[in-house]
Structure formats: C-alpha cells, structure tokens
C-alpha cells in the first residue's frame, strides 16, 4: 500500500497549489480521506477531510472557503486545491486514509495510512 502525495512548492501570498495524493494497493471509494499538515515546532493537524459515505467534507476553519479537498475514485487519486495561500499555511502536507466506517477521524492516530509528505511554502 502506498499513498504518493506530490505538487508542493514556493507560492506567493494570494497564489495558488493543488496538491495530488495518488494512491496504490488500495481503494480509495473504501476509505475516508484527509489532508493534514504540520508546520515547524507543531503538532499534525488535520484540515480536510471526506467522509467514504455520502462524501461529505470537514474542514478546518483557518482553511474553510479557500480549500478543497476531493478525490477521484476513477484514477484512485486525492487532491487538496488551495487557493488565497498565507504564510501561516507554509508546512509540510500529508494525505492520509483510514478504513472507512461513516465517522469523522481528526486524529492522526486514527489513520491507517500515510503519504510522505510534500512541502509548500507560502512567501514573497
């Protein structure tokens, strides 16, 4: 199993990324989803998040209206689409999946499984 998270990069403030989390030896319509992110000297936080039923999302509320996260069953691909990008949102960004059972996961302990990691930084 591996999730392959990659689209990361320098951005200007106000600038825009999206962010792909490919998946491979599992299927993504099976679990919920989520994009987490961890900056310098802070803990994971998760910032959105898709329910496997109904397909729902949650996000959190420093990202709400200016993220999107997704996903395409079809090509067995996640995305996080960021738009207004602030310096605050520089960190490194995980996708991550866990078994899906129509709950909402915040807690990164909860997750079955991780990408690698993809850094973005938000700077003029």
């Known amino acids: 199993v591996q999730l392959q998270a990659s689209g990361g990069g320098l951005v200007q403030p106000g600038g825009s990324l999206r962010l792909s989390c490919a998946a491979s030896?599992?299927?993504?319509?099976?679990?919920?989803i989520a994009w987490f992110r961890q900056a310098p000297g802070k803990e994971r936080e998760v910032i959105a998040h898709?329910?496997?039923?109904?397909?729902?999302?949650y996000y959190k509320d420093s990202v709400r209206g200016r993220f999107t996260i997704s996903k395409d069953d079809t090509e067995n691909t996640m995305y996080l689409q960021m738009t207004g990008l602030k310096p605050e949102d520089t960190a490194i960004y995980y996708c991550?999946?866990?078994?899906?059972?129509?709950?909402?996961?915040?807690?990164?302990?909860?997750?079955?499984?991780w990408g690698q990691g993809t850094q973005v930084t938000v700077s003029s």
């Open positions: 991550a999946a866990v078994v899906g059972d129509g709950l909402l996961h915040l807690n990164a302990d909860e997750f079955d499984f």
């Open positions: 030896g599992l299927h993504l319509a099976r679990y919920a």
């Open positions: 898709i329910f496997n039923i109904g397909g729902s999302t």
